[in-house]
């Protein structure tokens, strides 16, 4: 087997975790979906639907399938692999959860509305891959993004939709205005190999040869320091490779700055900072519309904007 070990670069505790499963992995090989964890031969998780008419017809047609595979499993670990008696019968698979709808953006992101676990009566939502639990995402945005997939599964109408999020985007971004407000918005980036691209832009862009080729978080990383360096000199604190940045995006300004990073672990803005304005309209649509467009996608909708929903009103006749 070629394998190609790697270093852990970082280990991040996740706020509000609630003790959710962890172990799904993606194999690279989509006919072999399946790999070896501690010697013992895993699988991911598999979801079906059960066409059934009430939840408790859901949970029974559930636990029934559970039972089924693994009756099955003795004949075959038997003739596939020569099992013996008593090796026959250990490996078992797990009926973890019975959903009443699910929203599958892509492959390992999807959002479910989780009513049974493992048994036990529940009633929340189980994510994957979903921006709801993506460290880039501001808090803010996350629970609204949560109050919309939870109204999507509630079974809410796409007119019903349109309007939570119309009344709702106003007064998530738009009424931030101090400093302690705005830096809650910043997109939360790691910069990786910012010494080689900080070069490349030093070579290139600084010596007026043209415009370095840099991934948008880098950019905005060089742009901090660079200011930082001319309004604070050798006392100044320097974003520095792997570290992580809040990322935000700039109004029109004299330096043609489009974004700027600040280290994460700042608290308020540097005194030069009001130097550039944050633009909130692009941030909306970087933080709202952007996150909203998987999953109106998945729902074959366009993203409910102000403007949409006054083009149709105008439109109808």
């Known amino acids: 087997m070629k394998i190609e070990r790697q270093k852990v670069m970082c280990v991040e505790q996740l706020p509000d975790f609630d003790e959710e499963y962890v172990y799904d992995v993606v194999m690279e090989d989509d006919s072999a979906p399946y790999f070896f964890a501690n010697d013992v031969l895993v699988h991911n998780s598999c979801y079906y639907q059960t066409f059934a008419t009430d939840k408790e017809n859901a949970v029974e047609i559930a636990d029934a399938v559970a039972v089924g595979i693994n009756n099955s499993f003795k004949d075959f670990m038997s003739e596939a692999f020569l099992c013996t008696p008593g090796y026959d019968d250990l490996i078992k698979a797990a009926r973890e959860l019975v959903g009443e709808r699910a929203l599958f953006q892509a492959k390992k992101k999807y959002v479910i509305k989780v009513v049974d676990l493992e048994g036990a009566a529940v009633n929340k939502l189980k994510s994957m891959g979903s921006e709801v639990k993506k460290s880039d995402t501001p808090k803010v945005i996350q629970n609204f993004l949560k109050q919309v997939l939870q109204q999507i599964l509630d ?35 790691a910069v990786n190999n910012l010494d080689k691209f900080y070069d490349e832009w030093k070579m290139k862009e ?99 904007t102000p403007y949409r929903t006054h083009l149709k009103k105008v439109l109808v006749y």
């Open 155 to 189: 079974g809410k109408s796409y007119p019903e939709l349109e309007k939570f999020i119309n009344e709702s985007r106003y007064g998530l971004l738009r009424n931030y205005t101090s400093d302690s407000d705005l830096i809650c918005i910043g997109v939360s980036k």
């Open 206 to 304: 600084k010596a007026g040869l043209g415009r370095a080729k840099l991934p948008g978080h880098v950019r905005a990383s060089i742009n901090y320091n660079e200011l930082a360096i001319e309004y604070e000199g050798n006392s100044a604190s320097l974003i520095n490779s792997g570290d992580k940045v809040l990322i935000y995006y700039l109004q029109k300004n004299d330096r043609n700055l489009e974004s700027i990073a600040i280290p994460a672990e700042m608290t308020k803005f540097p005194a030069w900072f009001s130097e550039v304005k944050i633009d909130v309209r692009k941030t909306e649509e970087k933080m709202i519309d952007s996150k909203l467009e998987g999953i109106f996608s998945a729902l074959g909708q366009e993203v409910p």
